[in-house]
């Protein structure tokens, strides 16, 4: 791998600190080697993980702080060995900007459960600099070839954004328990993961049960696609559904009751958890050992597969629901996002960024 460690000054919002507002910052990108492209941002989505990094809430934080990793732009530049992608092509970014390449997982096109670990894109590691990779909340990025996707022209290049993160943590477990047609498949809260869940399923060709708290979510779950809407809350509405449903997408990342979705599952039946509460899970042994029920986990998706979730929804026009916002709306949208107050990833517009102050 031929590394380039000539660097030049890009303008980012970020944080220098857990409990300091982002701002703009000025960072630097390396200069695109042999195998890199180089993407001019035009939409970054906002994901949960940006705020909980951005306030060191899972206690790995370097500071300062770039955050995104739902990236879409337009390749500008490219390495003299880059094969794949020319100046002016649409391209995105997504959780991860390298890997190993060389474990059985990453030889699978499994690269997202790289042995050694892959690279984030943003604070992790940066192979290249020596310091710490910086995410989607900037001008520009450099990313080797292998970790770039193509964006369908036909899809809405805002709302594309989150499909890098939500839209791929829920098609590759939709994907991996063969959801289709003749399948009963539950899902469990419809927020930014949920709400995408409901339409990748149901463009599978699943029956899709959506299961919320709060009634006031039947009518949104059906514009989005479900065939069903349950309230959790109430134990009735729940019998009803007791062992009937083939797989659960569980995406609630709040305490909730896993024993009572387990009930729901029919024989061989499996849960599988995209959402991550802070806290342990309690599962009884008997909510599992009757019927053969697995509950399973799944974390976002392979380039490979990534690529295929795009092309997946450019055949089916399935975007992310959003609301755009600019660059110095950031600091609200996290209060937003922290009240459930969205609809549901809000997206910032990148040319915003170049009057931006964060003040």
């Given amino acids: 791998m031929e590394i380039s460690k000539v660097t030049k000054s890009v303008k980012a919002f970020g944080t220098e600190a857990a409990d300091a507002p982002l701002k703009s910052l000025t960072i630097q990108r390396r200069n695109a080697a042999a195998y890199d492209v180089e993407i001019e941002i035009l939409y970054c989505g906002v994901c949960h993980s940006d705020l909980h990094t951005a306030r060191n809430e899972w206690h790995g934080s370097v500071y300062p702080v770039v955050p995104g990793h739902e990236i879409v732009g337009r390749v500008t530049r490219v390495g003299d060995r880059v094969t794949k992608f020319k100046a002016g092509d649409l391209a995105a970014v997504g959780c991860m900007v390298d890997s ?67 839209g791929i943590t829920t098609y590759s477990p939709l ?35 959506a299961f919320t708290t709060s009634e006031s979510k039947f009518e949104e779950a059906k514009r989005l696609g479900a065939d069903e809407t349950v309230l ?111 609809r549901y990833r809000f997206v910032i517009d990148m040319a915003s960024l170049k009057n931006a102050t964060g003040a």
Wanted: hydrophobic content about 40%; aromatic content about 6%; glycine content about 10%.
């Fill in 100 to 166: 190993c390449r060389e474990c059985e997982h990453c030889k699978e096109g499994l690269e997202q459960y790289c042995i050694p670990g892959f690279t984030g894109t943003y604070n992790d590691l940066d192979k290249h600099l020596g310091t710490r990779t910086y995410g989607g909340y900037s001008e520009s990025i450099v990313v080797d070839e292998h970790f770039i996707l193509r964006v369908p022209e036909n899809l809405d290049l805002a709302a594309t954004a989150p499909l890098l993160c939500a």
């Fill in 232 to 342: 959790s809350k109430d134990p009735e509405q729940m019998k009803k559904y007791a062992g009937s449903l083939h797989f659960i997408i569980d995406a609630v990342s709040a305490q909730h009751d896993m024993n009572a979705y387990l009930r729901l599952l029919k024989v061989d039946g499996t849960i599988a958890l995209v959402g991550a509460p802070e806290h342990s899970l309690p599962v009884h042994a008997f909510s599992v050992i009757p019927g053969r029920k697995s509950l399973a986990g799944s974390m976002i998706g392979g380039i490979a597969e990534t690529q295929e979730m795009l092309d997946f929804c450019a055949a089916h026009n399935i975007v992310s629901d959003i609301e755009l916002i600019t660059m110095d709306q950031i600091n609200k949208a996290y209060e937003r996002m922290l009240k459930g107050d969205v």
């Fill in 175 to 209: 994907k991996h328990w063969n959801v289709g047609p003749g399948k009963r498949v539950g899902v469990v809260g419809i927020g930014g993961l949920g709400h995408m869940a409901i339409k990748l399923a149901k463009a599978m060709g699943a029956h899709v049960i």
